[in-house]
C-alpha cells in the first residue's frame, strides 16, 4: 500500500504563486504515471497535469502556461508548480500515482484557495 503525502495547500490572492509536493512513501521510479487532479465543490474530480514513466507530460487546457508538473525520483515527490492562479482554481488538489498491475493510489488531498 503506497501512502502519499501532499502538502503546500493554502490560501492565496489572484495571480499569486503555489508549490504543492506529493511524498510517496516508497520508490515512484516504477510508476507508470503520476499526476495532479482538482475536484471544487459540487463539481467532478478532473486531471490537471500528469507525467509518465517516459516523461510525457499532460495539461489541462485550463491550466496550460501556468502550470508545471515535475518529478523528483530521489525523493520520491511529485511537484506543482501553480503561477498566476485565478479564482477558478480554487479547489481540493489530489496527488495519484498509478501503476501497472497495482491500481491507482490517491492523496489525502489538499485545499487550494484562491481569492480575487
Known amino acids: 500500500q503506497v501512502q502519499l503525502v501532499e502538502s503546500g495547500g493554502g490560501l492565496v490572492q489572484a495571480g499569486g504563486s503555489l508549490r504543492l509536493s506529493c511524498a510517496a512513501s516508497?520508490?515512484?521510479?516504477?510508476?507508470?504515471?503520476m499526476g495532479w487532479y482538482r475536484q471544487a465543490p459540487g463539481r467532478q474530480r478532473d486531471m490537471v497535469a500528469a507525467?509518465?514513466?517516459?516523461?510525457?507530460?499532460n495539461y489541462a487546457d485550463s491550466v496550460k502556461g501556468r502550470f508545471t508538473v515535475s518529478r523528483d525520483n530521489a525523493k520520491n515527490t511529485v511537484y506543482l508548480q501553480m503561477d498566476s492562479l485565478k479564482p477558478e482554481d480554487t479547489a481540493v488538489y489530489y496527488c495519484?500515482?498509478?501503476?501497472?498491475?497495482?491500481?491507482?493510489?490517491w492523496g489525502q488531498g489538499t485545499q487550494v484557495t484562491v481569492s480575487s
Open positions: 495519484a500515482l498509478g501503476f501497472a498491475r497495482r491500481g491507482t493510489y
Open positions: 516508497e520508490s515512484i521510479f516504477s510508476a507508470n504515471a
Open positions: 507525467i509518465t514513466s517516459g516523461g510525457s507530460i
